[in-house]
């Protein structure tokens, strides 16, 4: 259908820019509006992969917690504490599979996921740098760079401004490990 | 209507018969903890005209912070006394009914900026760059140096130690977490983890930390001069290291590289402040307080999200926040060095 969400989206701010704020006289209602043109900002920055991200975390978060449960099962027999954390990843990667693609459906996905991710890490963070726990480091080290993609993705106020630098050096990077795999 | 109501109120508190004036009411962008609005009044008083500027701070139907208005009242008036620049203090209102909800009346301070595109950005102010930095050095030093008991704020809570610091403030921030988030949070709940076990020396004194102390949160002429401390809402007893540390934050570089607040390189900026008397800073304990600032303002976005998602406001503002804490957890990754 067109046009799209996204060209929605951009016909909105445009009026907002163009129509609307011309015509605030007050300083807070200009400054409400350019607040809603970031959240729309915001908003249009992940209309298109929203649902894409979504599910390919959901995809990581699985292998993550699976790679865990399996280290986890086999370092610590005897360790009731976390052969229950062991049990509940293991029910709830049965329980939850669900083939919707709506967003409400994986984002839900993706919350049961994270809140077990939640508690691995925190087990992992007590174990780590313990001999005889060399997979939990790597796995500890694999999660923080999944939950680092995240904090890196879609569009924040703070791009254009305090985080410029540090976002031009994430992204500098990340561009840089793309052509490492292309080339690989 | 808020205009004939503010008229009524100050008739009562100014020493006129005659009535008083309201003009130029208008609402005051940003102080999103409280509602912010300027107006002028006139009045007569032993026969002479006066021409006032007020600013008054009323509480929100929601906000980003639950804070204490009598705490900030109190602090900012205490401070005062002691060289601290902040606005003057008339007249607090904790029983809502004048204004609907509790309120407090201040001095509004004319011909100067606090917005950092102002203050940073503006060519007007690129002169006064380094004024200003020893100013914002200066004051905060003469905040630390200021004898709470003394200036009756002992109120405020006094931690059970200089090592109970660091630790009230986790449990205080951790709290929020878990109140307002509307999702797993696991890189907070492993910043948590990391600060518990990576605790700062104890507080070399409990001194009066401001909380928000920050390039935005002052009033300045295009001298560099800093002619208003503001935002003290967050306030309370505690270790000066939480506010160099709050002072450092990379959301307030606003000029987006490494300078503190826009104004300084990081070693500057301690240097200033102990050659000013203030405390030794030790890197570590900095980064400790870095990392919780960073945590404290990230459940501060996710208090302004849950009052947006549950309906207690509709300010476009709380919505918008919710989806930045990302950055923030990437600043708080970077920190822990995971």
Avoid at chain 2, 43 to 64: I, M
Avoid at chain 2, 112 to 136: I, Y
Wanted: hydrophobic share 45%.
């Amino acid at each position: 259908m067109r046009p799209t969400g996204l060209e929605s989206i951009r016909a909105i701010q445009a009026a907002l820019a163009d129509i609307i704020v011309p015509e605030l006289t007050s300083a807070f209602a200009q400054d409400a509006a350019g607040a809603v043109q970031m959240l729309l900002e915001s908003l249009a920055g992940d209309w298109d992969t929203a649902a894409e991200d979504l599910r390919r975390d959901n995809e990581a978060l699985s292998v993550l917690l699976a790679s865990s449960r399996d280290a986890l099962d086999r370092a610590l027999p005897g360790n009731k504490s976390l052969a229950s954390t062991v049990t509940d990843i293991e029910n709830r990667l049965r329980e939850i599979q669900d083939d919707s693609l709506t967003l409400s459906s994986l984002a839900s996905r993706n919350h049961a996921l994270r809140a077990l991710l939640e508690r691995i890490l925190v087990a992992f963070d007590d174990l780590t740098g313990q001999s005889g726990y060399e997979k939990v480091d790597g796995l500890r080290r694999d999660i923080y760079v999944h939950l680092r993609q995240v904090a890196t993705r879609g569009w924040s106020f703070w791009d254009v401004s305090s985080f410029r630098e540090r976002m031009i050096a994430v992204r500098s990077a990340a561009a840089e490990d793309d052509a490492r795999g292309a080339v690989r | 209507m808020l205009e004939q109501r503010i008229q009524t109120y100050l008739s009562t508190k100014l020493d006129t018969s005659d009535g008083v004036a309201i003009s130029a009411l208008h609402r005051i962008p940003g102080g999103f903890s409280r509602e912010t609005w300027s107006f002028d009044a006139r009045w007569r008083e032993y026969g002479r005209e006066v021409h006032r500027g007020f600013v008054l701070r009323r509480d929100p139907d929601a906000s980003l912070l639950v804070t204490d208005r009598d705490v900030e009242f109190r602090v900012m008036d205490a401070v005062a006394v002691h060289g601290v620049p902040v606005p003057k203090m008339y007249w607090l209102e904790n029983d809502g009914s004048a204004l609907d909800r509790p309120f407090f009346v201040m001095e509004r301070i004319d011909g100067c900026e606090t917005h950092p595109s102002k203050v940073l950005m503006d060519p007007r102010f690129f002169s006064a760059r380094d004024r200003l930095a020893q100013e914002f050095v200066d004051i905060l030093v003469r905040i630390h140096a200021f004898d709470w008991r003394a200036g009756g704020l002992a109120s405020l809570g006094v931690p059970a130690s200089e090592a109970g610091c660091a630790i009230g403030e986790i449990q205080k921030w951790e709290a929020v977490v878990d109140r307002d988030s509307l999702e797993p949070q696991p890189v907070l709940r492993a910043a948590f983890r990391w600060l518990r076990r990576n605790l700062p020396p104890p507080a070399q004194r409990i001194v009066l930390v401001h909380a928000d102390y920050r390039t935005g949160n002052f009033l300045c002429n295009s001298e560099g001069e800093i002619k208003g401390v503001l935002d003290w809402e967050m306030t309370h007893l505690g270790d000066p290291m939480e506010d160099i540390a709050w002072s450092c934050m990379r959301p307030w570089r606003w000029l987006g590289d490494e300078k503190i607040g826009g104004l300084m390189e990081r070693a500057d900026f301690f240097r200033s402040y102990q050659q000013a008397g203030g405390f030794a800073i030790a890197a570590d304990a900095v980064r400790f307080w870095e990392v919780l600032g960073n945590v404290k303002f990230a459940a501060i976005l996710l208090t302004g999200a849950r009052s947006f998602c549950d309906g207690r406001t509709r300010n476009p503002l709380m919505a918008l926040v919710g989806r930045n804490v990302a950055r923030l957890e990437l600043e708080i990754m970077d920190l822990m060095g995971v």
